[in-house]
């Protein structure tokens, strides 16, 4: 078992809809949480950053974390074409400088 | 533009061959990543700098990839002989910790360098 797990998808929507976005971990060390978009042929971009569990509402985008279940989302609202891209989950278990363990990412299509 | 530099952005190389990236960070930022990401999979760690000190490095970095980054600055990653398995994307990320212990992990990333080895 990795110890991050997201579904590939491909996940299709239609424009305005709300897309729920998740990923599953084993590493009860995690602490840190976070979300990155990646268009194609380009770097991941930081969309989210949340510490240990709760909700953390940014625009559009809400992110949860519940440790318990060693479970976290990313809802999009009035999900646009823009949006189209590759998502990301990342986790640390906060050590200075440690590396982040992503998921393999799941690739969203929005259409209008 | 003030975000993290890759060049050169695409690198097509023979088996064998030795290649070396760049990557010029965010001017403020101490610490610098470079990961390693195949097509469907998420990015994996290979190494990073603390200012000039290489302090982490994978399990994935083997003896033929080498990482410098003098003077705290820009950074080099060199991969020598490559093999088809070496095709990827290369990421770089910089982050700005302002101590040395700060746990500090909102990396930004560079646009990558595909390899492609033939």
Same mark, same amino acid.
């Given at each position: 078992q990795k110890e991050v797990e997201q579904d590939p998808g491909p996940l299709s929507v239609p424009e305005g809809a709300i897309v729920s976005l998740n990923c599953t971990y084993s590493n009860s060390a995690f602490q840190y949480f976070m979300w990155y978009r990646q268009y194609s042929r380009k770097g991941p971009e930081l969309l989210m950053y949340t510490y240990s569990s709760g909700n953390k509402e940014d625009g559009r985008f809400t992110a949860q974390v519940d440790k318990s279940s060693k479970y976290i989302s990313l809802f999009i609202r009035d999900s646009q074409p823009s949006d189209s891209a590759t998502y990301l989950c990342a986790m640390s278990d =906060?050590?200075? =400088?440690t590396a982040l363990i992503f998921g393999k990412g799941t690739t969203l299509s929005v259409s209008s | 533009d003030t975000g993290v530099s890759q060049d050169p952005r695409h690198k097509i190389t023979k088996r064998g061959q030795n290649v070396t990236f760049r990557c010029d960070p965010i001017s403020e930022h101490n610490r610098l990543y470079w990961y390693r990401q195949t097509l469907g999979q998420g990015p994996e760690f290979l190494t990073y700098f603390q200012n000039e000190a290489q302090l982490e490095k994978s399990r994935l970095l083997s003896d033929r990839f080498s990482a410098e980054r003098p003077k705290g600055s820009f950074s080099t990653l060199e991969i020598q002989r490559t093999e088809q398995g070496d095709s990827a994307m290369y990421l770089c990320a910089s982050s700005l910790a302002r101590r040395a212990s700060e746990v500090n992990e909102k990396l930004f990333f560079g646009s990558g360098t595909q390899l492609s080895v033939l």
């Open positions: =906060g050590q200075a =400088g | -």
